[in-house]
């Protein structure tokens, strides 16, 4: 089976730097995914992770550790319209590449 | 505008019918996602398809059936045998470029059954 582990919560200010850990068992890996969902809406698409290293888009980074099964979110320069829920997710190879296991969300809030 | 919609919004039903949702792409995307999501909690796979007339049952299919008749196309039924049916559930499409992988949600739709 899939078991992926993020923080619950995590609280930071505005300006400041947070990052968000997950760690994952899975019978088979393909790449790690991370997605953004403010209350009520639909989880939109951050990184995506297939190698290890470092992803850096904007205010996010990502990265990957397969040796370690683990991986992080790395917000930069926080903005409240950061808060919301971070999802990180991993691609396995049960059937096929496609399918993707979901950890519980990381609830974010930022505070002025 | 390429994207997925999903409708209605919110459905109410009555324990012990079926309801159908519908779930919509243009997006060209060969592969669809069904996830259910829980107050507080992450999204679990119901059913998904690789490509048309074939699907594959997630982790939590029990009392949930789909088709693929059309590439555009994914509709879920919730069915009556489903215990728990009250919860947001999400439609989603995928592209996969080897190194890029990135699932496309649609704005969800939320049940409640009484």
């Known amino acids: 089976g899939q078991s992926l582990e993020q923080p619950s919560e995590v609280t930071a200010v505005e300006g400041a730097i947070v990052q968000i850990n997950c760690t994952y068992q899975t019978s088979g890996f393909y790449g790690l995914s991370w997605y953004q969902q403010h209350d009520g809406g639909a989880p939109t698409f951050l990184s995506y992770?297939?190698?290890?290293g470092l992803e850096e888009t904007g205010r996010f980074s990502s990265f990957l550790s397969r040796s370690d099964s683990y991986g992080y979110l790395l917000l930069q320069e926080l903005q409240m319209k950061d808060s919301a829920s971070y999802f990180c997710?991993?691609?396995?190879?049960?059937?096929?590449?496609?399918?993707?296991?979901f950890g519980d969300g990381t609830t974010l809030t930022v505070k002025p | 505008d390429g994207g997925i919609t999903q409708s209605p919004k919110y459905l109410f039903r009555k324990e012990g019918q079926n309801v159908t949702l519908s779930c919509e792409q243009n997006?060209?995307?060969?592969?669809m996602y069904w996830y259910r999501q829980d107050p507080g909690q992450g999204l679990r796979l119901i059913y998904y398809s690789q490509i048309v007339n074939d699907f594959q049952k997630g982790d939590i299919a029990e009392g949930y059936s789909v088709s693929r008749e059309k590439k555009e196309s994914f509709p879920l039924t919730v069915t009556s045998a489903q215990k728990n049916p009250t919860a947001f559930y999400l439609c989603?499409?995928?592209?996969?470029?080897?190194?890029?992988?990135?699932?496309?949600f649609g704005p969800g739709t939320r049940l409640t059954v009484t």
């Open positions: 997710a991993v691609r396995d190879q049960t059937f096929n590449a496609g399918k993707s296991t």
């Open positions: 992770n297939g190698l290890d």
């Open positions: 989603a499409s995928s592209i996969d470029l080897g190194l890029v992988y990135e699932q496309y």
């Open positions: 997006l060209n995307h060969d592969a």
